[in-house]
């Protein structure tokens, strides 16, 4: 989240990144861009380590989550410097979506990893069932390569890299070069709980270090950040035959129903909109309020707005845009809207008020679906609303858009609020709340369309990283399929008069 300047490098020196706070414009450090031979010698280090890693129970590799857990709460002072001086984000926002959440997910994966992956037995289904026993085994995958993006520049590194590692995988990591530091402390938590040398290594440096790594060879892509890169790294992936997760951008829609609590809907649209300074991939996109509703609801969306501080120094709500081409994106969709006739009710602009990358907190009414803000993920604090006449047109325009990550419904009746969330083209619908899916690691977070392809929690996600593996044991020696030839006639008979019994008698039925 921090402005990033090339440094010109001789030739055949690795090129150089400067680095300065969004907020300040202060320099914070530079990086080295890791080439394709770094990547190279880290993949030679981390296939080196991962066979005996993987031998390990996965009670014992969970024991070194447990270790960075107690690291992580020693050191969080030192980590939320690193966390607030390449971000410019509120303190609050740090330990809330950074701090806080890398404790939850530590805690939760170091408690039930054994148990998501253990091996199972698992019942056969009618007449075979007689036959054969299965088990699963969930393999690892080998080396695993991690691609985070700068918005949430710790956690979306930590929480897919623990997953790995306790899976049995060794992990090269490649955080975005606009947060490289806040990625880096990854490396660091692990290496000061003694981690085995070469299982994890962070590869510091921008798109050419991230393309080296989806070159490389590794064994599986772990990747988030946005659908144009994405899909970029899912043709290499394609190429190679290795499986990728994409978790990638959003134009979350929230629904607010006649019947909402508009003091509560109004609080979750700012909340959805202006967290991390809108840098957040199932933030609030654009509303879609009841007509009868809307004036009241907007008025109270203003009131809120009117009250949020930003700034860089003490107590402030609002931080800066993360990054300078974000910022560009954003004034851009800004610009479109107000010249397509939209109404600016807030914000609108740099804030004349503070150095660095600051953009005011944004609301727009009289938006339609021509206007890029509507379209595309602006990823920045703004929140057009739109009024519509009925939950059938807030559905139609809801689903008007090929992202399909979360969307938000606003209403006094769950039931009713089930039945919307059914009907709409996203991976996951929260009621009454802003989208927090993700950090509720029980349920599968990930996107439909374009927002992306896999999940990043619950049981599918930590097995994604391995490949399950069935071994099927005949009960009987394969003394069946010893004798299977030579092949007869009578012995087809047989097969046929099987079938019917298996397939049309009762006795299949029951069996089945
Ligand atoms: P980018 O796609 O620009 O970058 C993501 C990562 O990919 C960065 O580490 C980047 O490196 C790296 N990269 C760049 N080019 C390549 C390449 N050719 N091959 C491999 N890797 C490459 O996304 P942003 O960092 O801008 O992140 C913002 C996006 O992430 C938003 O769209 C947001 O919605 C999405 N996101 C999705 C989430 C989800 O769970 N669905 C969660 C959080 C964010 P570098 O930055 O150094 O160029």
Not at 321 to 327: E, G, H, K, S, V
């Amino acid at each position: 989240m921090a402005i990033v300047t090339p440094i010109e490098a001789p030739q055949g020196e690795r090129r150089q990144l400067s680095l300065a706070s969004p907020a300040t414009r202060e320099p914070i450090g530079e990086i080295e861009v890791q080439n394709a031979h770094d990547v190279a010698l880290a993949l030679e280090a981390a296939q080196k380590a991962q066979p005996e890693w993987a031998a390990r129970s996965v009670d014992e590799r969970a024991r070194y989550l447990t270790r960075a857990l107690r690291k992580l709460i020693e050191r969080q002072d030192e980590f939320i410097d690193v966390l607030l001086r390449e971000s410019g984000k509120p303190r609050a926002e740090v330990l809330m979506m950074e701090i806080y959440s890398a404790c939850d997910v530590l805690t939760y994966y170091a408690k039930h990893a054994a148990e998501m992956l253990h091996g199972e037995k698992r019942q056969l289904h009618g007449f075979m069932r007689f036959m054969k026993k299965l088990r699963i085994e969930y393999r690892p995958l080998g080396v695993i390569g991690v691609i985070s993006p700068w918005n949430g520049p710790f956690i979306l590194s930590l929480s897919p890299t623990i997953q790995a590692l306790l899976a049995g995988n060794a992990v090269l990591l490649k955080p975005s070069e606009v947060t490289p530091f806040s990625g880096k402390l990854v490396g660091d938590l692990f290496e000061s709980v003694g981690l085995p040398d070469g299982l994890l290594t962070v590869l510091m440096g921008d798109g050419e270090t991230g393309e080296a790594l989806t070159k490389a060879g590794v064994d599986k892509i772990s990747f988030t950040g946005s659908v144009e890169t994405g899909r970029s790294v899912a043709v290499e992936c394609a190429h190679q035959l290795i499986p990728c997760t994409l978790e990638l951008g959003g134009k979350d829609p929230m629904i607010v129903c006649e019947d909402a609590n508009l003091d509560n809907a109004a609080g979750g649209a700012v909340v959805g909109a202006f967290l991390n300074s809108g840098h957040v991939c199932c933030g609030t996109e654009r509303v879609y309020v009841i007509d009868k509703v809307a004036h009241e609801f907007t008025q109270k969306v203003l009131e809120r707005v009117a009250l949020l501080r930003q700034g860089s120094r003490g107590e402030f709500d609002i931080g800066t845009i993360f990054w300078d081409r974000q910022l560009e994106i954003i004034e851009a969709h800004v610009a479109d809207a107000i010249a397509k006739g939209a109404k600016l009710l807030a914000g609108g602009r740099r804030n004349p008020d503070l150095d660095g990358l600051f953009f005011e907190p944004t609301v727009l009414t009289d938006v339609n679906h021509d206007m890029l803000v509507m379209q595309e993920e602006t990823f920045g604090p703004v929140l057009p609303i739109m009024r519509v006449s009925d939950l059938d047109e807030a559905v139609r325009l809801a689903n008007r858009t090929h992202y399909g990550l979360g969307a938000i419904i606003w209403t006094r009746d769950n039931r009713n609020g089930v039945e919307l969330a059914r009907q709409i083209d996203s991976g996951s619908v929260c009621i009454n709340d802003m989208a927090v899916t993700y950090g509720v690691l029980e349920a599968p977070f990930g996107g439909l369309k374009n927002s992306g392809l896999g999940q990043v929690h619950g049981w599918n996600a930590l097995r994604g990283f391995t490949h399950p593996k069935p071994i099927l044991i005949d009960r009987f020696g394969g003394r069946p399929s010893a004798g299977l030839y030579p092949y007869s006639f009578k012995n087809d008979a047989r097969m046929q008069r099987l079938i019917r019994i298996l397939y049309r008698s009762p006795i299949g039925r029951w069996l089945s």
